[in-house]
């Protein structure tokens, strides 16, 4: 008998029916083969947040007492989050005390104990921040405003219950936690705008402070920063180290033309010994017709103890002018300024390259000379490279950087731009002054610019028209300093009344020292045309002039305020061999 085997069918097909059936018997959120049910398994929220319970918004408070604040976070003890508490913009941070049910790192209920001797409590308004800042998440803020009245009694607002609390709080506000540690922790980060809104056109200070998780300041902290403009058609980076108060101040002038709404600021902050911190802020532009308000009336831009900046002019492209820039930028100054003919070459990317460190920190502030243009065209392809790269409207502008205010002026030819009576630089100069001479937070006020308002005999003779344009304007809103270039040496004068009577021909205030200067109150004209171009010789020395000689090298300017006392210190340096050639000091009350 013969039994016929039939044609086994096609494996492919074979395998394709036995693959749908298991399909259909295990269906795929049980096939642990071909997914991991780990995945399968709803992502837990990122979304942070966090809220002041109270006082709530428009609460009236006692100025007179101390002040219960408590609210609520997605902090658990699961997370590494901590919240710390601002009043007024009176930093740094304070951290609160964790009062939830998982213990002392339970931030999901926290409190904070306002007291005097962080910040009293204000007439009027007043605002409270919470951040709430957590190890994988972006850091998230809430904030109220409530209305001090001396009349008024915190007591009968509060239970029997939150007195109590109140009495049992720790004085420091630190919850009594050994694992707390202030090496390896987070970095808490603080940004303040000094005005809000600020109106097109003005200046703007932004304070940034760091401290550790049991806020101690924390200096030379890296600091990387962004600005990002309304309408996200422009961005700005900035870097910089925190100082010994870990304080870093950043100073800009904003744009008259451009979008108005809120101007947004990123900060990252690292520190080899903790973990990196950020915070984002934000304030708003509104047109260059609208008016800067300051941010909180309690502001005083004196925060750090004191301010360095550099100068010089007159730069060149070769060894010589690099070896005095490295030198300019290598104490990391608070401030670089450039007073004009930026690179006689012309190309403009040897100047941007030799101050690239400070230009990347936004502490390179420039003015511009005869050879930074174009045969003498005002629309020069390299006078505009200049103008986009520093983001100037105007080649003459102002700003303020803590208690100093400065003051940019575009002397390099009065047809390019004509600086002359009732011109509109003339006119913002004497509007610019008088602001600033009756601004009670200005000290100093520091005018640069190019050409030499008044020189001994050399390349360049001074000019007649600066000075009878504006020394009665100098010497009528205080300036303190004039610095400029243009001539390849270095000239220093004693402190300058213009003459009215004869012009050219000024009076000296002080000629009993050559060097110390008690409360002059009228400017010392000095010129640093030596930034690394071929110097000039001197052909005399002209009376009112108190040092002079041609090397190259930079002005050092150190602004402090000791106890009751301001205080300008003033060098050159010899970039070739580091000796100082000339000092000088001001003093004011």
């Known amino acids: 008998m013969r039994c016929q085997i039939s044609r086994m069918p096609n494996p492919l097909i074979v395998c394709i029916i036995i693959i749908l059936l298991v399909v259909l018997i295990y269906p795929p959120n049980q096939l642990p083969f071909i997914q991991n049910s780990e995945a399968l398994k709803s992502e837990p929220s990122l979304e942070e947040w966090i809220k002041i319970v109270d006082p709530i918004l428009d609460q009236k408070v006692s100025t007179g007492k101390e002040l219960l604040i408590s609210g609520r976070s997605s902090d658990t003890t699961a997370?590494?989050?901590?919240?710390?508490?601002?009043?007024?913009?009176?930093?740094?941070?304070?951290?609160?005390?964790a009062s939830g049910p998982g213990g002392p790192n339970?931030?999901?209920?926290?409190?904070?104990?306002?007291?005097?001797?962080?910040t009293p409590l204000i007439e009027g308004k007043n605002k409270i921040t919470a951040k709430l800042l957590c190890e994988s998440a972006p850091t998230r803020w809430n904030g109220v405003f409530v209305y001090g009245d001396s009349t008024?009694?915190?007591?009968s607002t509060l239970s029997q219950v939150q007195s109590n609390e109140q009495l049992n709080l720790p004085a420091t506000n630190l919850s009594d936690n050994n694992n707390v540690n202030s090496n390896g922790g987070?970095?808490?980060?603080?940004?303040?705008?000094?005005?809000?809104?600020?109106a097109r056109g003005d200046s703007q200070n932004i304070t940034i402070t760091v401290t550790d998780p049991n806020s101690k300041v924390v200096p030379e902290a890296r600091i990387d920063g962004k600005l990002i403009y309304p309408g996200g058609n422009y961005e700005k980076d900035f870097s910089g180290r925190t100082d010994v108060d870990g304080n870093f101040e950043y100073s800009l002038t904003i744009g008259k033309k451009g979008d108005e709404g809120v101007l947004r600021i990123e900060v990252d902050a690292e520190s080899p010994a903790y973990k990196s911190g950020s915070a984002t802020d934000s304030f708003s532009l509104v047109g260059s017709s609208g008016e800067s308000v300051i941010n909180n009336p309690s502001y005083k831009p004196h925060s750090k103890k004191g301010i360095s900046f550099v100068a010089a002019g007159d730069f060149y492209c070769d060894a010589g002018t690099k070896k005095n820039a490295n030198a300019m930028q290598e104490n990391n100054p608070d401030l670089v300024l450039a007073l004009g003919d930026l690179s006689e070459v012309k190309n403009p990317d040897c100047f941007f390259d030799l101050f690239s460190r400070a230009d990347k920190a936004d502490k390179l502030k420039v003015v511009l000379g005869k050879d930074d243009v174009d045969n003498g065209n005002v629309y020069s392809s390299r006078i505009n490279q200049y103008k986009r790269h520093f983001n100037l409207e105007e080649p003459f502008y102002s700003f303020d950087y803590m208690n100093i205010h400065f003051l940019a002026m575009a002397t390099a030819d009065d047809i390019l731009t004509p600086y002359a009576l009732g011109t509109?630089?003339?006119?913002?100069?004497?509007?610019d002054l008088a602001h600033a001479f009756n601004n009670t937070n200005?000290?100093?006020?520091?005018?640069?610019?190019?050409?030499?308002?008044?020189?001994s005999p050399t390349a360049h003779p001074d000019s007649g028209t600066l000075q009878n344009t504006y020394g009665i304007l100098f010497d009528k809103y205080g300036v303190d300093l004039v610095i400029t270039a243009h001539n390849h040496n270095y000239q220093r004068t004693y402190p300058l009344i213009f003459n009215n009577e004869r012009p050219g021909k000024p009076l000296i205030k002080d000629a009993s020292n050559t060097s110390d200067f008690e409360n002059p109150g009228k400017p010392i004209y000095i010129t640093v045309g030596t930034g690394g171009a071929s110097l000039h010789g001197l052909d005399g020395q002209s009376w009112f002039v108190a040092n002079q000689f041609s090397d190259i090298g930079f002005l050092q300017v150190n602004i402090t305020n000791k106890d009751a006392e301001k205080n300008i210190q003033a060098a050159f340096h010899n970039s070739n061999n580091g000796t100082i050639m000339d000092h000088f000091s001001i003093s004011k009350p």
């Open 424 to 431: 509109p630089q003339y006119n913002f100069v004497d509007n």
């Open 186 to 198: 987070a970095l808490l980060v603080s940004i303040f705008p000094q005005k809000n809104p600020v």
């Open 152 to 155: 008024y009694n915190n007591d």
């Open 106 to 118: 339970d931030f999901s209920n926290w409190k904070f104990l306002l007291r005097e001797e962080y």
């Open 442 to 455: 200005i000290d100093w006020i520091i005018v640069f610019g190019y050409r030499p308002f008044y020189s």
């Open 79 to 97: 997370k590494d989050c901590l919240v710390s508490v601002i009043v007024n913009d009176v930093k740094p941070y304070q951290n609160a005390v």
